[in-house]
């Protein structure tokens, strides 16, 4: 008699919301916030068989929401975490004023995703930054960031085109020996999309550089190296499908879920945890381009540790 297969599960990934404090009218929520996340982030989770849920803020005025839940009942229900882009991240959370009101950021975001990022490095489980997400993890450990890439570093070369959007593209070039570049072993060098005025500046504790612009040496991926994983990328993955031209961006979703499985897994011998189903593995594509031809290395754009 066939025994019965045990029970699986998807694993379960978590996405930072982002906020929107002046809706547009036609939208009809005259004088409310909207919390929201870009679909193509969600698809780059759920295309290799996770499911996508957005984790909602707790605005300012609404504290009675907060009263039965804290960030951990989040945490407890998720694998894993990613850490949508948007907004700048406030100059305030890492101890510096707007050189421009313009860059003044959103300090309410910036405490929530913290509070998200800490707590779920602290439970031991995976997260990814994007774009946004990866200057706030390195903020998160003490990092600082330039508040505009023009104004301060003037000859770098040009990060984000209004007009083009995610259009705009660069090169990347992956540091040697970097876990990042393990990901790409046919290459070190990749193109990806540009979407950001801001940069990583001196670097977090325990943060390491993965990836550099080939063009200036501007900060393009980071890890952070304690106890746990976390990963950023400047560039924008969930843009590049079905662009034959941009690094493929399976690899580094594969890597995290893998990541966030493996810690499922850990805790099934937990007594107190709530899941007992097996986590899936995650579903590789079909099909993938070929990733760019193997190019030398260029100087990295010093950065001071904080």
């Known amino acids: 008699m066939t025994q019965p297969s045990e029970p699986t599960r998807p694993l379960r990934i978590g996405i930072s ?27 780059w989770i759920m295309e290799h068989g996770a499911v996508a849920l957005m984790i909602p803020a707790v605005a300012e005025d609404s504290r009675r929401a907060a009263r039965h839940l804290s960030v951990f009942d989040y945490v407890n229900e998720l694998d894993g ?5 948007g907004a700048d991240v406030a100059p305030q959370t890492y101890g510096e004023e707007p050189l421009d ?21 602290q439970q031991q489980k995976p997260v990814i930054g994007v774009c946004r997400g990866c200057q706030l993890l390195n903020v998160a450990f003490g990092g600082t960031l330039y508040q505009d890439v023009r104004t301060q570093c003037p000859a770098a070369h040009k990060h984000v085109d209004p007009e083009l959007y995610d259009e705009y593209e660069h090169e990347v070039t992956f540091l040697q020996h970097s876990e990042l570049a393990k990901l790409y072993p046919k290459g070190s060098r990749i193109r990806v999309t540009s979407i950001h005025h801001q940069a990583i500046n001196k670097l977090g504790r325990d943060i390491e550089v993965e990836a550099v612009s080939t063009i200036d040496g501007i900060i393009e991926a980071i890890r952070w190296t304690g106890n746990g994983y976390a990963r950023g990328v400047q560039w924008h993955p969930e843009f590049h499908r079905d662009r034959s031209a941009l690094a493929d961006s ?18 099934l011998n937990d007594d107190d945890c709530p899941d007992r189903r097996l986590p899936r593995p995650p579903v590789r594509l079909a099909t993938e381009p070929p990733p760019p031809p193997a190019v030398a290395e260029p100087p990295v754009r010093a950065a001071a540790k904080a």
């Not at 002046?22 to 698809?43: D, M």
């Not at 975490?81 to 882009?85: E, I, M, N, Y």
């Not at 399976?250 to 850990?266: Q, V, W, Y």
């Open 101 to 121: 009101p313009l860059w003044a950021g959103d300090p309410i975001r910036d405490r929530y995703e913290l509070a998200l990022l800490r707590a779920f490095l």
């Open 17 to 43: 919301a982002r906020l929107l404090y002046q809706v547009p009218s036609e939208l009809g929520f005259r004088n409310k916030t909207l919390q929201y996340l870009e679909q193509s982030l969600a698809h």
């Open 81 to 85: 975490l990613v850490l949508q882009g």
């Open 250 to 267: 399976a690899p580094i979703m594969l890597d995290f879920l893998n990541e966030a499985r493996e810690a499922a897994l850990d805790r």
